[in-house]
């Protein structure tokens, strides 16, 4: 969370992706940041538990909402 704000305000975009064990350390950072509604993509957790084929199909699940946020900045819902 920190690096993608830190970098989104430094004008590099990023695309901050955590598992959902965290959604509410990602939005309670998001918040102290000053960005409430700062996009956050989230796989499984945990992630030790996938294989590496399921990790690669995790990840193509959210290919396209990475690239939206990177070419926007937003993420619709």
């Known amino acids: 969370m920190h690096d993608g704000i830190h ?3 430094a004008g590099i975009p990023a695309a901050t992706i955590c598992t ?5 350390t990602a939005q309670a ?3 102290v940041w000053g960005v409430p509604d700062y996009p956050v993509l989230y796989m ?3 992630l ?7 990790i690669r199909e995790e ?6 909402q990475v690239v ?3 070419m926007t900045g937003t993420l619709e819902a």
Do not use: G, M, W
């Open 7 to 9: 970098f989104d305000r």
């Open 20 to 24: 959902d064990h965290f959604v509410n």
């Open 29 to 31: 950072t998001a918040t």
């Open 44 to 46: 499984p957790h945990p």
């Open 48 to 54: 030790s538990a996938l294989s590496d084929d399921a």
């Open 59 to 64: 990840a193509r699940k959210l290919a396209d």
């Open 68 to 70: 939206q946020v990177l």
